[in-house]
């Protein structure tokens, strides 16, 4: 197994084709929202989510779904609850849907229950539904890849999928901006190494990175060698970032969040 494999292609060893898809789209959806800091919209698109993977799990477990008007996600998460032990994996019949009821009542009753006066409800519920949500797909690609070839791929997957999310970081088409108030050619060639950690990044793509924020060749490989106390750069020349900087990242990351709150 690569460890560029697909999200879609990781479920369907268990799960099908038609639902995993569905699952994957909506989640991909929820963390673009969540990145434009389109609150309500990335809590919608969790609650599709939840409809889609409690659905894969119904029919893999041999269930045909009712009629989509008479759908309910209770019903489906009191029959996988009351599902025979042993015919189903408990994580299929009560943890993931435990999660999936949480989302779904969080996306059912948007800041119903917030006093907005002190608060913004839907960025606090966004960002809970955004974590449980990577859990649940973290959890369901376990489930489905039990006794896989390539384990060490599937880790790298899950590792991906449960790095924090935060709305300062955009991805379009494979590429990666961030929008902080104050930036520096460093800083981007950091940030570019956590947002894919633990994956490797080629250093003419990390070089790359940078200069598409607008920073000339030469600052972005002058930045690239200020890096070198906190990455590991293997014999290919490709960089993964090391704890140090992780940590230094998520500093940067929390701290421009302060800022950006203050000025609203």
Same mark, same amino acid.
């Given at each position: 197994?690569?460890?560029?494999?697909?999200?879609?292609?990781?479920? $369907?060893? $268990?799960?099908?084709?038609?639902?995993?898809?569905?699952?994957?789209?909506?989640?991909?959806?929820?963390?673009?929202?969540?990145? &434009?800091?389109?609150?309500?919209?990335?809590?919608?698109?969790?609650?599709?989510?939840?409809?889609?993977?409690?659905?894969?799990?119904?029919?893999?477990?041999?269930?045909?779904?009712?009629?989509?008007?008479?759908?309910?996600?209770?019903?489906?998460?009191?029959?996988?609850?009351?599902?025979?032990?042993?015919?189903?994996?408990?994580?299929?019949?009560?943890?993931?849907?435990?999660?999936?009821?949480?989302?779904?009542?969080?996306?059912?009753?948007?800041?119903?229950?917030?006093?907005?006066?002190?608060?913004?409800?839907?960025?606090?519920?966004?960002?809970?539904?955004?974590?449980?949500?990577?859990?649940?797909?973290?959890?369901?690609?376990?489930?489905?890849?039990?006794?896989?070839?390539?384990?060490?791929?599937?880790?790298?997957?899950?590792?991906?999928?449960?790095?924090?999310?935060?709305?300062?970081?955009?991805?379009?088409?494979?590429?990666?901006?961030?929008?902080?108030?104050?930036?520096?050619? $460093?800083?981007?060639?950091?940030?570019?190494?956590?947002?894919?950690?633990?994956?490797?990044?080629?250093?003419?793509?990390?070089?790359?990175?940078?200069? $598409?924020?607008?920073?000339?060749?030469?600052?972005?490989?002058?930045?690239?060698?200020?890096?070198?106390?906190?990455?590991? &750069?293997?014999?290919?020349?490709?960089?993964?970032?090391?704890?140090?900087?992780?940590?230094?990242?998520?500093?940067?990351?929390?701290?421009?969040?302060?800022?950006?709150?203050?000025?609203?």
């Amino acid at each position: 197994m690569a460890p560029q494999q697909s999200l879609q292609t990781l479920l $369907r060893r $268990r799960f099908p084709a038609n639902h995993t898809d569905a699952l994957v789209r909506h989640f991909q959806a929820m963390m673009a929202k969540y990145q &434009e800091s389109s609150w309500e919209q990335a809590i919608l698109k969790g609650g599709k989510f939840v409809e889609a993977t409690l659905k894969a799990i119904w029919v893999s477990s041999g269930k045909p779904l009712p009629p989509s008007r008479k759908f309910k996600v209770g019903t489906i998460i009191t029959g996988l609850a009351n599902a025979p032990s042993g015919t189903l994996d408990d994580s299929l019949r009560i943890t993931i849907p435990r999660a999936c009821e949480f989302v779904y009542d969080i996306a059912s009753n948007r800041g119903a229950r917030h006093d907005p006066a002190e608060v913004d409800p839907n960025e606090i519920d966004a960002a809970v539904v955004v974590a449980t949500c990577s859990w649940i797909i973290a959890e369901t690609i376990r489930y489905s890849q039990g006794g896989a070839q390539d384990p060490a791929s599937v880790a790298t997957v899950l590792s991906g999928l449960s790095q924090r999310r935060y709305p300062q970081v955009e991805e379009v088409d494979g590429r990666v901006y961030f929008h902080l108030k104050k930036i520096s050619a $460093r800083k981007v060639a950091l940030l570019s190494l956590w947002h894919r950690h633990p994956r490797r990044i080629p250093k003419a793509d990390l070089i790359a990175a940078i200069e $598409r924020h607008h920073f000339s060749a030469d600052n972005a490989r002058l930045a690239v060698k200020r890096l070198a106390k906190v990455v590991d &750069e293997d014999h290919t020349g490709a960089f993964r970032l090391l704890q140090p900087g992780l940590a230094e990242a998520e500093s940067l990351i929390g701290t421009d969040l302060k800022i950006s709150r203050k000025g609203r």
